[in-house]
């Protein structure tokens, strides 16, 4: 089958990460305006409902503002794209999502209703669990209450299948100081800090903290765990390293502008008064070539920080898994009875091609894109039912509240 161009254009419009998987789990229930009734292919035997298709295909019509025909029609043609192929790709999603289904029934995985009940209640808390917040998001976002949680469902019952594939092997020392090469170039000049975070107009305190620590009075690690209000103070106050974190801009500036072991002033954001310590800097080796140009040379892992080691391993850990799944669903597709049945006459996103012509010879819809289907399916399933608030909250009501906790994760903002 193809690949999705049609959410590859969609990811280069800026919408959703997961893709087909966050956006074909749960059709809008008002995005459909030609029911059919009819059955658009079979998977194995199960069928893929043409309006839920046509519903998929006119959600993100609207989510790209092409409700009108004439604009639907001009972004086909600017993206080499038709009714037929949209309604193709968006088939092939929909049977990619099947065959998940299929094979995590295949492995006895399941997904308790008790699972799906906990993440529908974290995300309604979200919206201070007032139910009418709650329907109004609900119905800004095209969803049903049933609808949204057989999204939950579908979205967790796929990153348990997704994590079916991971693998107990470490990554080979090759692969690692392949990528240590990358991280250390990318990590170049990263800070690491502590922090002790005093509340909203609590200067007097902050300032006396301080005062004691410039003395030499107070050790900063003890001051942390006396008087920070941070979930980082039974570690001193250590918050890791900024290139691995998203730092508030008063933080981030503050410690900019310090050097290994020095302690800012005072700093105040919108989490409180801090006081912050530059525990250490990481500077890459480097090799000077013969024109006197310096670059990132990486001889050992040794040389690059424990935490950086971890996030390495992970992603390597996560990239075999992925292959491992990429590979499960070509040889599981290749094998699956999928039937597509014709286009039915006078669906609602099928215009006359022949109106429209591209506006560029260049295509767009695979511009800085990852391919779709089987692809987001994986990405999607990282991010799984946690994500799944509904409307644009992105899994968190605010968008910048830390999580785990009033302050859990400060200085740094929920990502």
């Known amino acids: 089958m193809k690949t999705a161009n049609i959410m590859k254009a969609v990811c280069v419009a800026g919408l959703a990460a997961t893709c087909v998987w966050s956006l074909a789990a749960c059709t809008s229930a008002d995005a459909s305006n030609s029911a059919t009734g009819g059955v658009a292919a079979t998977v194995n035997g199960a069928e893929v409902a043409e309006d ?42 929909f049977a990619q999502q099947e065959l998940v289904k299929q094979g995590a029934k295949e492995k006895g995985i399941a997904v308790e209703g008790s699972e799906v009940d906990a993440i529908i209640t974290g995300t309604k808390a979200q919206f201070d669990n007032d139910d009418e917040k709650w329907q109004a998001a609900l119905k800004q976002a095209g969803y049903t209450e049933e609808k949204y949680r057989e999204m939950v469902e579908n979205q967790l019952m796929q990153k348990k299948f997704s994590e079916s594939f991971a693998s107990n092997e470490e990554p080979s020392q090759e692969d690692l100081l392949q990528y240590s090469q990358m991280y250390a170039s990318a990590y170049d000049g990263a800070k690491r800090s502590s922090h ?14 301080l005062d004691q620590i410039n003395a030499g009075q107070l050790g900063f690690a003890d001051a942390a765990k006396q008087y920070s209000k941070d979930g980082s103070a039974d570690k001193g106050g250590d918050v890791g390293w900024d290139k691995m974190s998203q730092f508030v801009p008063e933080y981030t500036e503050a410690l900019n502008g310090l050097q290994k072991d020095q302690v800012s002033g005072l700093v105040t954001s919108k989490y409180g008064i801090h006081i912050i310590k530059c525990t250490d800097v990481f500077t890459a080796p480097k090799e000077k070539g013969e024109d006197g140009t310096e670059t990132v040379k990486i001889t050992s892992i040794d040389q690059l920080p424990t935490e950086f080691l971890d996030t390495i391993k992970a992603s390597l850990k996560q990239q075999k898994q992925t292959e491992a799944f990429q590979a499960w669903l070509a040889e599981y597709q290749e094998k699956a009875d999928i039937k597509i049945n014709e286009m039915p006459a006078n669906l609602s996103y099928a215009v006359d091609m022949s109106k429209y012509q591209a506006a560029t010879s260049t295509d767009n819809s695979g511009t800085g894109a990852t391919a779709g289907g089987a692809g987001n399916a994986t990405e999607g399933s990282q991010g799984g039912a946690d994500n799944a608030a509904p409307a644009e909250q992105g899994g968190n009501a605010s968008g910048e509240q830390p999580a785990g906790g009033s302050h859990s994760q400060q200085p740094a903002e929920a990502a």
């Open 52 to 93: 839920d298709v046509t519903a998929m295909i006119e959600s993100i019509r609207g989510q790209m503002g092409a409700e009108a025909e004439e604009a639907w029609g001009q972004w086909l043609a600017d993206n080499s794209m038709t009714p037929i192929s949209v309604r193709e790709e968006m088939i092939d999603s």
């Open 196 to 209: 002790i975070l005093f509340e909203t107009g609590d200067d007097a305190t902050a300032q006396s903290v």
